[in-house]
């Protein structure tokens, strides 16, 4: 079920980024402890949120979640809505104006999704609008998959992997044959497991920038890349720095998420 819940912050942080002009969209799911641990990013960063566990009650997503409602500051470090138990690390990220909404299922938070601007300044409506209609996106993405799981039915993020990880192989396939059309067969077939969106820029990965894309889709680190792919794990990181700055992302699983909707990954 957190890996549900996962998919569908990442996919609602995304849409939060482009569709309300933050400059840092970002959340967690909410622990069995009763914390909000945050482990989603999209947008810049210095990474001092990252792993951050947000106690319930405290900060603002602490907040959010023992309310059970949505709630803007427009200055965090300043407001006396809010506990400042994280002030130090809000200021390490140069964050100020900030909103956050609970993603509720079955009446319980079990995400928080959250938006904030490097600046202190009053949040509009839209902003408001974009977060709370994605909390619900999300809400209903992870009742449908709780749902298909309970009938029984295929899990689709396992279908995913399946499809990317036959991905990867027919281009590490394709890479070490000599036949052109041989290549260009096994290419169209791993073409025919990826789709984009109707909405996506399609940014121009190289070959070998996709093939590390694939198999960081599969969770490999940078060491078993490097084996698998028969390079240097500091080539791979070269590749995967390239990959992510075409796709304007700055995670690796930002990068594979915004690949996967340019159609570049199943």
């Given at each position: 079920?957190?890996?549900?819940?996962?998919?569908?912050?990442?996919?609602?942080?995304?849409?939060?980024?482009?569709?309300?002009?933050?400059?840092?969209?970002?959340?967690?799911?909410?622990?069995?402890?009763?914390?909000?641990?945050?482990?989603?990013?999209?947008?810049?960063?210095?990474?001092?949120?990252?792993?951050?566990?947000?106690?319930?009650?405290?900060?603002?997503?602490?907040?959010?979640?023992?309310?059970?409602?949505?709630?803007?500051?427009?200055?965090?470090?300043?407001t006396p809505r809010i506990t400042h138990r994280y002030n130090t690390i809000i200021a390490r990220e140069g964050l100020r104006a900030m909103a956050a909404a609970p993603v509720i299922v079955d009446r319980r938070p079990v995400a928080v999704l959250y938006g904030a601007f490097h600046a202190p300044h009053p949040i509009g409506g839209r902003m408001l609008d974009v977060l709370a209609s994605?909390?619900?996106?999300?809400?209903?993405?992870?009742?449908?998959?709780?749902?298909?799981?309970?009938?029984?039915?295929?899990?689709?993020?396992a279908l995913r992997d399946r499809a990317t990880e036959a991905y990867a192989r027919l281009r590490a396939l394709a890479a070490e044959l000599d036949d052109p059309e041989m290549v260009a067969e096994l290419v169209a077939i791993g073409s025919g497991l990826t789709f984009a969106a109707a909405d996506v820029d399609i940014p121009a990965l190289t070959g070998r920038e996709q093939d590390v894309l694939s198999l960081a889709a599969l969770g490999y680190s940078n060491a078993r890349i490097a084996d698998s792919l028969g390079v240097t794990a500091q080539t791979v990181k070269g590749y995967m720095k390239d990959a992510m700055r075409k796709l304007g992302a700055s995670t690796r699983l930002e990068a594979v998420i915004c690949a996967r909707r340019a159609g570049l990954l199943p």
């Amino acid at each position: 079920m957190s890996e549900v819940v996962n998919r569908a912050l990442a996919d609602a942080l995304l849409r939060i980024r482009r569709d309300s002009g933050v400059t840092l969209a970002f959340g967690g799911a909410v622990g069995g402890a009763r914390s909000v641990v945050l482990d989603q990013f999209a947008g810049s960063t210095v990474g001092a949120l990252n792993g951050l566990s947000v106690d319930v009650g405290h900060g603002l997503g602490g907040k959010v979640v023992s309310a059970s409602r949505p709630m803007v500051v427009d200055d965090y470090l300043a407001t006396p809505r809010i506990t400042h138990r994280y002030n130090t690390i809000i200021a390490r990220e140069g964050l100020r104006a900030m909103a956050a909404a609970p993603v509720i299922v079955d009446r319980r938070p079990v995400a928080v999704l959250y938006g904030a601007f490097h600046a202190p300044h009053p949040i509009g409506g839209r902003m408001l609008d974009v977060l709370a209609s994605e909390a619900r996106a999300a809400e209903q993405s992870i009742v449908a998959a709780r749902a298909r799981l309970e009938l029984g039915a295929a899990d689709p993020d396992a279908l995913r992997d399946r499809a990317t990880e036959a991905y990867a192989r027919l281009r590490a396939l394709a890479a070490e044959l000599d036949d052109p059309e041989m290549v260009a067969e096994l290419v169209a077939i791993g073409s025919g497991l990826t789709f984009a969106a109707a909405d996506v820029d399609i940014p121009a990965l190289t070959g070998r920038e996709q093939d590390v894309l694939s198999l960081a889709a599969l969770g490999y680190s940078n060491a078993r890349i490097a084996d698998s792919l028969g390079v240097t794990a500091q080539t791979v990181k070269g590749y995967m720095k390239d990959a992510m700055r075409k796709l304007g992302a700055s995670t690796r699983l930002e990068a594979v998420i915004c690949a996967r909707r340019a159609g570049l990954l199943p």
